[in-house]
Nanobody
Framework: VQLQASGGGLVQAGGSLRLSCAAS????????MGWFRQAPGKEREFVAR????????YYADSVKGRFTISRDNAKNTVYLQMNLLKPEDTAVYYC?????????????????WGQGTQVTVSS
C-alpha cells in the first residue's frame, strides 16, 4: 500500500489543521493506521492510532483532548484533526499502516509509511 500525507502548513498557536492520509494500492480497511511526528533534533514519536474498524483509538498524552484520528474506509483515507495547536506540536507528521491488530505505539510495528507533511505552529 502507498500512503500520501497532506494538509500540513503554518498556523498560529490555538489554531487548527486537518491532516489527510490517502492510501492506494490496497484497501485501507486492511490496516490499523497511525500518525507519528518528528520534530527537529528529536526522535519520531507516536501521536495517534485507529483500529481497522475505527472502534478503538489511542492517543499520546501530549495530544489527548486536542487531536482526533478518524478514518473513511470508503475514501481510503485517514484523518488527523488537530485543534488548539501549540508551538511544541511543530514537526513533520507521518501516517503509517499496520497489518497487525494488536495496538502498538512502536514505529517498528508499522510496515508502510507516507512521506510526511510539515506542520509549523507559531507562537
Amino acid at each position: 500500500v502507498q500512503l500520501q500525507a497532506s494538509g500540513g502548513g503554518l498556523v498560529q498557536a490555538g489554531g487548527s489543521l486537518r491532516l489527510s492520509c490517502a492510501a492506494s494500492g490496497r484497501a485501507l480497511s486492511t490496516y490499523a493506521m497511525g500518525w507519528f511526528r518528528q520534530a527537529p533534533g528529536k526522535e519520531r514519536e507516536f501521536v495517534a492510532r485507529i483500529s481497522r474498524s475505527d472502534r478503538q483509538t489511542y492517543y499520546a498524552d501530549s495530544v489527548k483532548g486536542r487531536f482526533t484520528i478518524s478514518r473513511d474506509n470508503a475514501k481510503n483515507t485517514v484523518y488527523l484533526q488537530m485543534n488548539l495547536l501549540k508551538p511544541e506540536d511543530t514537526a513533520v507528521y507521518y501516517c503509517a499502516a499496520d497489518s497487525e491488530q494488536i495496538h502498538t505505539r512502536n514505529q517498528n510495528g508499522y510496515e508502510y509509511w507516507g512521506q510526511g507533511t510539515q506542520v509549523t505552529v507559531s507562537s
